[in-house]
């Protein structure tokens, strides 16, 4: 069964730097296109970044342009979010996504941007 586990989340300082994994199992990755979302309590589920099945096109949300890099390794079957210059509104749980439908989710990983 699809299986998609994001990992790296944690406690950094506002200007610092995180990268996110998303482990992926259960399908071909190179078939899909692969998103980040993030959210905070009460608020709806933002996209953050997108990356085509090839890694060739990729998209992303407002507010994170020029600061964060979706990436995917079709072979080791692993998807990235590099975080930099992060702030204290980057803060939320991040999850990576299976484009389709249905789409298929992670559990979440938490990032706090706090000095």
């Known amino acids: 069964q699809v299986q998609l586990k994001e990992s790296g989340g944690g406690l950094v300082q506002p200007g610092g730097s995180l990268t996110l994994s998303c482990s992926t199992s259960g399908f071909r990755l190179s078939d899909w296109g692969m998103s980040w979302y993030r959210q905070v309590p009460g608020k709806e589920r933002q996209l953050v970044a997108f990356i085509a099945s090839t890694g060739y096109m990729t998209n992303y949300g407002e507010g994170v342009k020029g600061r964060f890099i979706v990436s995917r390794n079709n072979y080791g079957n692993m998807v990235y979010l590099q975080m930099n210059n992060l702030k204290p509104e980057d803060s939320a749980t991040y999850y990576c996504?299976?484009?389709?439908?249905?789409?298929?989710w992670g559990q979440g990983t938490q990032v706090t941007v706090s000095s």
């Open positions: 996504s299976r484009s389709g439908n249905p789409r298929y």
